[in-house]
T-cell receptor, first 110, second 114 residues
């Protein structure tokens, strides 16, 4: 079983739509969580960290559900420029391990 | 003002050759990483160095050898290239050696082995 799993998509949504992705992780010892964004043929860039209490950054909201072992990313009022692949990252601090998901592709259409 | 740079950006070579990819960061970070991203977009950590010392060494064929001459540079040498080595290789850096530190990625090196 993979450490981190994501629905590869693609999620095709119109501009202005709200879209949400989940990322499940298998190791209950996982401690820190992040969302990275990767544009086509570019490098990944940190989008936001995911805090236990949930956090928001403009149109983006990240949440953590430890009981069900998943994190989520919600994007409101989607823009064309949000089209990208969204990678989740799960870390296990005590074992100095981190794992990237294979990403969820989002296409925002006019 | 490039933060993390890699050379070359594209590398096309024959099976059996030996090649190197170079990475430099000007962020003053202590830790650098090499990742491989395959055709399915799965990003897998290969190595990590903290202040020139190897701290992460995942299961990677020993044809791959990282070298860190100083903490601003981490190069990757690959011997006897195979078809399966074709991928995008990303270098990254972070301030400290913790897995929770934000990582800053280079633009990637697209390696094609023919």
């Amino acid at each position: 079983r993979k450490e981190v799993e994501q629905d590869p998509g693609p999620f095709n949504v119109p501009e202005g739509a709200t879209v949400a992705f989940n990322c499940t992780y298998s190791n209950s010892a996982s401690q820190s969580f992040f969302w990275y964004r990767q544009d086509c043929r570019k490098e990944p860039k940190l989008l936001m960290s995911v805090y236990s209490s949930g956090n928001e950054d403009g149109r983006f909201t990240a949440q953590l559900n430890r009981a069900s072992q998943y994190i989520s990313l919600l994007i409101r009022d989607s823009k064309l420029s949000d089209s990208a692949t969204y990678l989740c990252v799960v870390t296990i601090y005590n074992f100095n391990k981190f794992y990237f998901g294979s990403g969820t592709k989002l296409n925002v259409k006019p | 003002d490039t933060a993390v740079s890699q050379t070359p950006k594209y590398l096309v070579t024959q099976m059996g050759n030996d090649k190197s990819i170079k990475c430099e960061q000007n962020l003053g970070h202590d830790t650098m990483y090499w990742y491989k991203q395959d055709s399915k977009k799965f990003l897998k950590i290969m190595f990590s160095y903290n202040n020139k010392e190897l701290i992460i060494n995942e299961t990677v064929p020993n044809r791959f050898s990282p070298k860190s001459p100083d903490k601003a540079h981490l190069n990757l040498h690959i011997n006897s290239l195979e078809l399966g080595d074709s991928a995008v290789y990303f270098c990254a850096s972070s301030q400290g050696g913790s897995v929770t530190d934000t990582q800053y990625f280079g633009p990637g090196t697209r390696l094609t082995v023919l």
